[in-house]
């Protein structure tokens, strides 16, 4: 082969290489813009799932409200029995500790007042007690209520992050997790 042959063979195998370099580059245009394309649809559904992932926490809210809300004033209608109860068994004992003290005739002794203490210093232990018993549950009700709302912030807090991640943009959303039952009344 001559030199001359050489070179144009040369000059075909570099244009060849540019022409497969260009259609290279062209067709690796197009892919990357598909490629953003399907990027972007997918950060799209993403988002849109997200919002809607959101708003059921945000909604969840209510419910968990509404819930121990319910507890709370089963609560309260069961410190209201017990307390009336309690009330009852007072008046009943007094009343008997009375009547057992006129007919043995210990009235002149001082047995009435004694009695009559005796039984008021066992219910008011009693009604220590009961109180104790309430308030401790009304505590554990509360804290059940802002537990299940701080799970909830939490969840919409790793949503942003998730969001953040994977480069696209959430509205932030709050929840207060004060549950403000009532408390213990």
């Known amino acids: 082969?001559?030199?001359?042959?050489?070179?144009?063979?040369?000059g075909m195998a570099t244009?060849?290489?540019?022409?497969?370099?260009g259609i290279g580059m062209v067709a690796g245009f197009f892919q990357a813009r598909s490629a953003r394309r399907k990027?972007?649809?997918?950060?799209?559904?993403?988002?849109?799932?997200?919002?809607?992932s959101q708003?059921?926490?945000t909604g969840e809210t209510g419910n968990i409200r509404a819930e121990w809300a319910q507890k709370a004033s089963f609560a309260r209608e069961g410190l209201e029995t017990d307390r009336g109860?309690?009330?009852?068994?007072?008046?009943?004992?007094?009343?008997?500790?009375?009547?057992?003290?006129?007919?043995?005739?210990?009235s002149y002794g001082g047995g009435a007042e004694m009695a009559s203490r005796s039984i008021e210093k066992d219910f008011m232990g009693k009604n220590k007690g009961m109180e104790l018993d309430y308030r401790r549950q009304f505590f554990n009700i509360q804290q059940g209520a802002e537990s299940q709302l701080?799970?909830?912030?939490?969840?919409?807090?790793?949503l942003e992050r998730?969001?953040?991640?994977?480069?696209?943009?959430l509205p932030t959303q709050t929840v207060d997790t004060s549950a403000n039952l009532g408390g213990y009344q």
């Open 15 to 21: 244009g060849a290489q540019a022409a497969m370099t």
């Open 150 to 158: 701080r799970d909830v912030q939490a969840g919409l807090l790793d």
């Open 85 to 106: 109860s309690l009330m009852n068994q007072w008046q009943t004992a007094s009343q008997r500790a009375i009547g057992e003290t006129g007919r043995s005739n210990l």
């Open 39 to 52: 990027e972007r649809r997918r950060k799209r559904r993403e988002k849109a799932f997200a919002i809607k």
């Open 1 to 10: 082969m001559s030199a001359d042959g050489a070179s144009k063979l040369l």
């Open 162 to 169: 998730v969001a953040m991640e994977r480069g696209y943009k």
């Open 55 to 57: 708003a059921a926490l």
